[in-house]
């Protein structure tokens, strides 16, 4: 079974502070997306990343940054955390299109609430 | 980014009941997938298809790739109390996601 692990499920962060959240996944998925939900307003996508050292803004990518250092991990970086980034979190993460008919599958997402 | 047109938005239904939901977009997609999503745990996903016309069943859930590749559905049959939680489609082209409003599933035992 695919397993992607964020490494917390629960986050309080202080306005302006530094936020990192991590993500893993064991299937060796070249693709991997962070997204953030909100009621309301869906699933929005913040950045994904096709390769190691590759990354592309999705919808809403102020405010945040990314790192994908290694295949296997894609890290969400919050660079001064404000109160309109309280949100549930989701690390997502799939094949290629090319190599395989390959659906995402999510991680178990972060809670974050920003003070 | 676009969304996809989901229905119904949420459901009340008696144990026991089927469930159908649906989902619909003006662009055309090469895979339709559904997940269910309980409170506070990512979506989890239930059914793939990948294949117009193509109908595929896993347990008490049946899902179809509409021939169009515009549209999807999802059928429930004989709902439990465990099925409550959201449900949401998503539609795949080359190497993006795009997903629709979710549909919020309540039994009533």
């Known amino acids: 079974d695919v397993k992607v692990t964020q490494s917390s499920r629960y986050l309080v962060k202080r306005t302006g502070e530094k936020v990192f959240l991590e993500c893993v996944q064991d299937?060796?998925?070249?693709?991997m997306f962070w997204y953030r939900q909100d009621p309301g307003l869906g699933l929005r996508l913040i950045y994904f990343?096709?390769?190691?050292?590759?990354?592309e803004k999705g919808d809403i990518p102020e405010g945040y940054s990314v790192s994908r250092e290694k295949k296997e991990r894609f890290s969400l970086i919050l660079e001064s955390a404000s109160t309109n980034q309280t949100s549930m979190y989701l690390c997502?993460?799939?094949?290629?299109?090319?190599?395989?008919?390959?659906?995402?599958?999510f991680g178990n997402g972060t809670r974050l609430t920003v003070t | 980014g676009q969304q996809l047109n989901q229905s119904p938005q949420s459901m009340f239904i008696q144990e026991g009941e089927d469930v159908s939901m649906n989902c619909t977009s003006s662009?055309?997609?090469?895979?339709w997938l559904w997940y269910k999503q309980d409170p506070g745990e990512g979506p989890v996903l239930l059914i793939a298809?990948?294949?117009?016309?193509e109908l595929t069943s896993n347990g008490r859930l049946t899902a179809q790739f509409g021939i169009t590749r515009k549209d999807s559905f999802l059928n429930i049959s004989a709902s439990i109390p465990s099925d409550v939680g959201i449900y949401f489609c998503?539609?795949?082209?080359?190497?993006?996601?795009?997903f629709g409003t979710g549909t919020s599933l309540t039994v009533i035992p």
């Open positions: 998503a539609g795949q082209t080359g190497n993006q996601f795009y």
């Open positions: 997502a993460s799939s094949f290629r299109v090319s190599v395989n008919n390959s659906p995402l599958h």
């Open positions: 990343s096709y390769d190691v050292k590759m990354k």
């Open positions: 662009s055309i997609f090469n895979t």
């Open positions: 299937m060796d998925h070249e693709n």
């Open positions: 298809l990948y294949k117009a016309g």
